[in-house]
């Protein structure tokens, strides 16, 4: 045979052996279709069996995309279950352990003792309050308790609580122990040290506090554009006065309202009454400067300490 006459005919059979591929394939989707609508109307016996018969290309394709699963769990902080210990012991005797507090005590901490006061001791605390935990290592922790009397006095409490892992269990693991309270902490300097004279602002701040606390006119036209906040419902005091007013800023001092969009904060200290007396409070407040009145922009405490400012 000629090299061309070969040539010829390798060219034509080229498209052939292309045509049958294709085919082919054709009929092996036709044939996948054919089984799947087969299967889902034998039922789903049918449907398992062919999801396990799924080849293991497949499966490897889905076990290449594992899901991320969190497993972080945070102990929880056991002061509220001390303190509970500590309220019902100290107002359970050895005389009487079937009391209810005697029994709480002992459900808590089994293999605590407990207390056994002489006729003529002091009387049962009024409150007792977890003021101070600290955990250790193991899943223990030491809460210290404090127990307030009625002549005044406070005594206060370590106690060991166990936890699990979860943070869900705890257990008294032995007698409290009385220790010093607290010592006092050193009041952080403050920021506000601006003193401000009675006008615009101490007006602005006088009539808000005085809506806010005694229902004195409507909180909503002394607060800015965009802020929210309510008024203390029911108002739990019938009159106020303002005591005096400190800013963090120079700006509050000024005789006259400043620009518009100018911010200051500043510390009110008011006098409220009632029918039972009368109580002094204080309030942290920011205000802005808009259209030449003063606007409370938001109610804060505890924001502006030394070197504070925003």
């Given amino acids: 045979?000629?090299?061309?006459?070969?040539?010829?005919?390798?060219?034509?059979?080229?498209?052939?052996?292309?045509?049958?591929?294709?085919?082919?394939?054709?009929?092996?989707?036709?044939?996948?279709?054919?089984?799947?609508?087969?299967?889902?109307?034998?039922?789903?016996?049918?449907?398992?069996?062919a999801v396990a018969s799924t080849p293991a290309t497949v499966e490897a394709a889905t076990a290449a995309r594992p899901t991320a699963v969190r497993t972080t769990a945070q102990t929880a902080d056991p002061a509220g279950f001390a303190q509970l210990f500590v309220g019902a012991w100290l107002r359970s005797s050895a005389d009487d352990a079937g009391t209810a507090q005697a029994r709480l005590a002992q459900s808590m901490a089994p293999d605590v003792d407990l207390p056994d006061p002489a006729a003529d001791a002091q009387s049962k605390p009024e409150s007792v309050t977890a003021?101070?935990?600290?955990?250790?290592?193991?899943?223990?922790?030491?809460?210290?308790?404090?127990?307030?009397?009625?002549?005044?006095?406070?005594r206060y409490y370590a106690v060991p609580v166990a936890a699990d892992r979860a943070g869900t269990s705890f257990a008294v693991t032995g007698a409290p122990g009385v220790v010093a309270g607290p010592a006092r902490a050193e009041v952080?300097?403050?920021?506000?040290?601006?003193?401000?004279?009675?006008?615009?602002?101490?007006?602005?701040?006088?009539?808000?506090?005085?809506?806010?606390?005694t229902g004195a006119g409507e909180v909503g036209r002394y607060l800015a554009p965009g802020v929210k906040l309510s008024a203390v419902s029911p108002a739990p005091y019938t009159a106020l006065s303002v005591q005096q007013v400190l800013a963090v800023e120079e700006?509050?001092?000024?005789?006259?309202?400043?620009?518009?969009?100018?911010?200051?904060?500043?510390?009110?200290?008011?006098?409220?009454?009632?029918?039972?007396?009368?109580?002094?409070?204080?309030?942290?407040?920011?205000?802005?400067?808009?259209?030449?009145?003063?606007?409370?922009?938001?109610?804060?405490?505890?924001?502006?300490?030394?070197?504070?400012?925003?």
């Fill in 1 to 49: 045979m000629s090299p061309g006459k070969q040539a010829s005919e390798n060219e034509a059979a080229a498209p052939m052996a292309a045509g049958a591929r294709l085919e082919a394939m054709r009929r092996r989707v036709r044939l996948s279709r054919l089984v799947v609508w087969t299967v889902i109307a034998a039922g789903p016996v049918a449907l398992c069996v």
């Fill in 251 to 310: 700006a509050a001092a000024a005789g006259q309202v400043p620009a518009d969009g100018t911010k200051v904060r500043v510390l009110t200290q008011v006098e409220a009454r009632d029918g039972a007396g009368r109580w002094p409070l204080a309030y942290e407040l920011a205000l802005k400067a808009r259209s030449g009145r003063w606007e409370v922009a938001a109610l804060e405490f505890g924001t502006a300490q030394d070197g504070g400012a925003r």
């Fill in 188 to 213: 952080p300097k403050t920021s506000y040290g601006v003193t401000v004279a009675e006008g615009d602002l101490s007006s602005a701040v006088g009539e808000f506090l005085a809506a806010y606390l």
């Fill in 131 to 154: 003021v101070r935990s600290a955990q250790r290592e193991g899943g223990t922790w030491s809460v210290t308790v404090a127990a307030q009397y009625a002549d005044g006095s406070v």
